[in-house]
T-cell receptor, first 112, second 116 residues
Framework: ELKVEQNPLFLSMQEGKNYTIYCNYS?????LYWYRQDPGKSLESLFV?????AVKQEGRLMASLDTKARLSTLHITAAVHDLSATYFC????????????FGQGTRLTINP | DTEVTQTPKHLVMGMTNKKSLKCEQH?????MYWYKQKAKKPPELMFV???????INESVPSRFSPECPNSSLLNLHLHALQPEDSALYLC???????????????FGQGTRLTVV
C-alpha cells in the first residue's frame, strides 16, 4: 500500500526566512505533485515532478524530486505572509487510472 | 481553460434526503474523480471514471452513487447520508486516464456538504 508522509505537519515561520517541507513515499513512483490549499478552498496545483532529479521553481517556491530516495522537497525562500496555506504532496499509482495518494499536509503560517 | 466547475458550492441535507452533486469540465479530459476531504485532513479518493466508465471504487458505501453521463460531466448522487458524511467533496479531472502523458489533475472548488 502506498503511503505518503510529510513533515513537518505544522510550520510557523517569520517573513524573510527560508524553510523546507519534506515528502516521503513508500513505493516506487516517478510522479509527484505539490498542491496548495487555502482554508475552505480547493486545491491549487503548484508543481508536477515527473522524473528523477526534476527541479521546478515558481517565485519563492522550489520543488525537487529524488525517486531513488523516494523524497520530494518544497523549499520556501524569503517567506511572505501570502504563502500561508496548507501544502500537500501527492503521489500517483496507475491502476487502470491515475490514483492520487496525498500526504497529511503541512499547515504553514508565516508571521510578519 | 483549466476550470473544473462544481455545483452547488454549499449543500445542507437531511438524512432522508436525496441530492446530487455536479461537476463539469471542458478541457477534453478523459479521467474524472471524486474526492472526499474532512476538516484538517488530506483528500481521499472515492471514485475514478476513465473514458466514462467507472474504473476505481475505493470501497465507498452505496449511499454514494457516481454517474458519468458524458465525457464532460460527473455526478455524485447522495441518499440516506449520515452526519459523518459531512465534508468537502472535490471533483477533479486529468487528461490521460492511463497517466502516460500529461498527468496533472485539476480540482474544482468543491461542494461543502453538511448532513443534519
Amino acid at each position: 500500500e502506498l503511503k505518503v508522509e510529510q513533515n513537518p505537519l505544522f510550520l510557523s515561520m517569520q517573513e524573510g526566512k527560508n524553510y523546507t517541507i519534506y515528502c516521503n513515499y513508500s513505493t516506487t513512483s516517478d510522479r509527484l505533485y505539490w498542491y496548495r490549499q487555502d482554508p475552505g478552498k480547493s486545491l491549487e496545483s503548484l508543481f508536477v515532478l515527473l522524473s528523477n532529479g526534476a527541479v521546478k521553481q515558481e517565485g519563492r517556491l522550489m520543488a525537487s524530486l529524488d525517486t531513488k530516495a523516494r523524497l520530494s522537497t518544497l523549499h520556501i525562500t524569503a517567506a511572505v505572509h501570502d504563502l500561508s496555506a496548507t501544502y500537500f504532496c501527492a503521489v500517483d499509482r496507475i491502476q487502470g487510472a491515475q490514483k492520487l495518494v496525498f500526504g497529511q499536509g503541512t499547515r504553514l503560517t508565516i508571521n510578519p | 481553460d483549466t476550470e473544473v466547475t462544481q455545483t452547488p458550492k454549499h449543500l445542507v441535507m437531511g438524512m432522508t434526503n436525496k441530492k446530487s452533486l455536479k461537476c463539469e469540465q471542458h478541457m477534453g479530459h478523459r479521467a474524472m474523480y471524486w474526492y472526499k476531504q474532512k476538516a484538517k485532513k488530506p483528500p481521499e479518493l472515492m471514485f475514478v471514471y476513465s473514458y466514462e466508465k467507472l474504473s476505481i471504487n475505493e470501497s465507498v458505501p452505496s449511499r454514494f452513487s457516481p454517474e458519468c453521463p458524458n465525457s464532460s460531466l460527473l455526478n455524485l448522487h447522495l441518499h440516506a447520508l449520515q452526519p459523518e458524511d459531512s465534508a468537502l467533496y472535490l471533483c477533479a479531472s486529468s487528461q490521460d486516464p492511463a497517466g502516460a502523458q500529461n498527468t496533472e489533475a485539476f480540482f474544482g472548488q468543491g461542494t461543502r456538504l453538511t448532513v443534519v
